[in-house]
């Protein structure tokens, strides 16, 4: 029986297709090893590396020696004073402080005995958070804790509504939150005394001091029912947009 070969499985149709892949293929790498970019490295580049020997010590070998101290020497025998019978002792007789129904008291009765009272002088200023009564902005009523809350709420409203805000804006100051922190004293008469500011620019400082410098004559605070001054802390927040 013959074998009959198949017609796709000649190879002589496709030679020259053969021969084109293999001429590209040659001509790709051989323009592969021209371009190829090699770069000189110098051997003085490499810092030099010096190789120190290992320095050995000997420690020589020690030898703990314990030391025994000695007891200490027993206490000395306390003298006993041998007295004779012959010395004269002088004893010491305590009298009896105890009375009896038959020993007269004399009672002695002091009229018009007048109860010095010292009044305490408050010389520092009482901070306005453990005053015992706050000072009262004109306008204010109620308890002691709502005259106190009072103060506070008309005091930022009267920053509100005076302080030049758009300040903070013209004076090129970063984008964020501004703090400007004010103190005072509302003295003994109820006056805005000693007024100090501190701030991130000194045109806040002295607009705020300005601010604070119109607030209203108030009631002072008072402290044992003694009016006293009073030293307040009042933080101003400003906003610079971008």
């Known amino acids: 029986m013959l ?35 090699t770069v000189d490295r110098n051997i003085s580049d490499f810092q030099e590396v010096s190789i120190q020997s290992e320095e050995f010590i000997e420690i020589p070998i020690t030898q703990r020696i314990l030391v025994v101290k000695p007891p200490p020497p027993p206490p000395a025998p306390e003298r006993i004073k041998i007295v004779t019978n012959d010395e004269n002792i002088i004893e010491t007789v305590l009298e009896s402080t105890e009375t009896d129904e038959t020993e007269f008291v004399e009672v002695q009765e002091y009229e018009d005995i007048e109860e010095i009272i010292e009044e305490e002088d408050f ?8 005053i015992e009564e706050a000072p009262v902005f004109p306008g204010c009523r109620g308890s002691k804790d709502e005259l106190k809350q009072c103060l506070q709420d008309k005091i930022n409203r009267h920053v509100l509504k005076n302080f030049n805000t ?29 007024i100090r500011a501190r701030g991130p620019h000194t045109r806040l400082e002295k607009e705020a001091i300005r601010v604070v410098e119109l607030l209203p004559q108030m009631t002072p605070g008072r402290q044992r029912t003694k009016p006293v001054g009073v030293s307040y802390t009042l933080p101003i927040t400003l906003q610079v947009l971008e």
Request: no cysteine; hydrophobic share 45%; proline share 3%.
């Open 123 to 130: 010389e520092k200023d009482i901070p306005f958070a453990i």
């Open 3 to 37: 074998v009959k070969k198949s017609k796709k499985a000649r190879l002589s149709p496709h030679r020259k297709l053969f021969f084109q892949l293999g001429l590209i293929l040659s001509l790709s790498l051989i323009y592969i090893a021209l371009e190829w970019k």
């Open 166 to 194: 758009e300040l903070a804006q013209e004076l090129g100051l970063t984008v964020g939150k501004k703090k400007v922190y004010v103190q005072f004293k509302i003295d003994k008469t109820g006056k805005i005394v000693n």
